[in-house]
C-alpha cells in the first residue's frame, strides 16, 4: 500500500576502453562500462550503465546492502537495472567494508562517488544536477546519509576535479534501511547486532560511541532543506522492523517538509516468500517511478 504523504581517479578509468571516435550527430548505443575507479582505494569501484541516447541522462547510484560488512556491486536489483531501459544512467557501487572500514567510511565513499560521477558527466553522459541515492538495507542507510546531509561527512581527502563537485542529490529511495542506529541493534536479534558492532568497531554494544551512532543515523539528520524520499518496507521484515525504523524517518520528512517530502511504500510479503527484507517484489512499481520521473524532471514521465 502506497500512502502518498506525498576519487582519485586512476590512469585508466576501466576495463572499457571506447578508442573510436565518434560523430556528435551519432546515437549512442546502450553501453555497460564495468571496473570505473572512483577513488583511490581498491574497493572505490562501480559499475556504470548507461542507456541508448546522446543524453545528458538522469543517473541512479545504487549502494548495494550487507550489513556494513558484505555485498559489492555486482548486488544490483532486477526492478533497479531495468531503470536503464527508461532513460536512467546505474551506477553500482562497491564501498569499503567494515570491520576494516568502520564508521564514517562508507558513507564517504559514497559521497565520493557521487562527485566522482558528476565531474565524468561530460564524459559518460550523465546530467549531474539529477542524481539520485538508491539503496537496499545497509545501502539505504547510506543512500540516506548522501540525501541528508550534505557537506557533512564528506570525503577527507579528494583532487581538484572531486572538490569542485557537490555529493548533493534531488531524491534518495530507501528499501528496507536502518535508520536509527541508536536502537537498530536490540531490535532485530543478533545479526543487526553483530552489524552494528562492526560498523563502530567495537567489541560489545556499551562500548560503542553513542555520538557516533547519532551521525551514523538519518533520523537524525532531516531537515526542511532535504530532497524527497520514497520508503520501502516489508511489514513481516525480520532484520530491519517497517515501524520501528522506517515510519520514524517517514514522520521526520513529512514534519519537515510536508507531503510532498516522502512517499510511504509498506509492502506485505507472499506468506510463502523467504525473501520478506526484500521489498521489491511488492513494490508499487507505478509510485516508484512516478517518484523517480517527477525527482528528475522527466517530461516523459510515468505518472499520467
Not at 565518434?22 to 583511490?40: E, H, M, W
Not at 522492523?241 to 510536508?258: T, V, Y
Request: charge should be negative; hydrophobic fraction near 40%.
Amino acid at each position: 500500500m502506497v500512502a502518498s504523504l506525498l576519487g582519485v581517479s586512476c590512469s585508466r578509468d576501466s576495463k572499457h576502453v571506447d578508442a573510436q571516435p565518434r560523430s556528435p550527430n551519432t546515437t549512442r548505443t546502450a553501453a555497460t562500462i564495468q571496473d570505473l575507479a572512483y577513488g583511490p582505494d581498491p574497493d572505490h569501484r562501480l559499475d556504470l550503465r548507461t542507456p541508448e541516447g546522446n543524453g545528458p541522462h538522469p543517473v541512479i547510484v545504487w549502494i548495494h546492502g550487507g550489513g556494513f560488512v558484505g555485498g559489492d556491486e555486482n548486488d544490483l536489483p532486477g526492478l533497479v537495472a531495468a531503470q536503464v531501459d527508461r532513460g536512467f544512467a546505474v551506477a553500482s557501487l562497491r564501498h569499503r567494508l567494515a570491520p576494516a572500514h568502520p564508521f564514517p567510511a562508507a558513507v564517504r565513499d559514497a559521497k565520493r562517488a557521487v562527485r566522482w560521477l558528476k565531474s565524468r558527466a561530460e564524459r559518460y553522459r550523465l546530467d549531474a544536477d539529477r542524481v539520485v541515492a538508491w539503496g537496499h538495507s545497509s545501502g539505504a542507510t547510506l543512500a540516506s546519509m548522501v540525501a541528508l546531509t550534505p557537506g557533512i561527512l564528506e570525503p577527507t581527502v579528494v583532487p581538484r576535479g572531486l572538490s569542485e563537485q557537490s555529493s548533493a542529490v534531488v531524491a534518495f529511495v530507501v528499501e528496507a534501511g536502518p535508520t536509527d542506529l541508536t536502537t537498530w541493534w536490540w531490535q532485530s536479534g543478533a545479526s543487526s547486532l553483530s552489524s552494528t558492532l562492526a560498523y563502530f568497531a567495537c567489541a560489545e554494544i556499551y562500548t560503542c560511541s553513542r555520538r557516533a551512532m547519532l551521525r551514523a543515523s538519518p533520523v537524525h539528520w532531516v531537515d526542511p532543506s532535504d530532497p524527497p524520499g520514497y520508503l520501502a518496507y516489508v511489514r513481516q521484515d525480520p532484520l530491519v522492523d517497517a515501524e520501528l525504523q522506517g515510519q520514524p524517518l517517514r514522520l521526520a520528512l513529512l514534519e519537515a517538509n510536508g507531503p510532498d517530502g516522502v512517499l510511504w511504500d509498506l509492502v506485505d510479503a507472499d506468506p510463502e516468500s523467504a525473501g520478506a527484507h526484500y521489498p521489491e517484489p511488492w513494490i508499487d512499481l507505478t509510485a516508484l517511478e512516478c517518484f523517480l520521473d517527477r525527482s528528475v524532471d522527466r517530461p516523459e514521465t510515468s505518472c499520467g
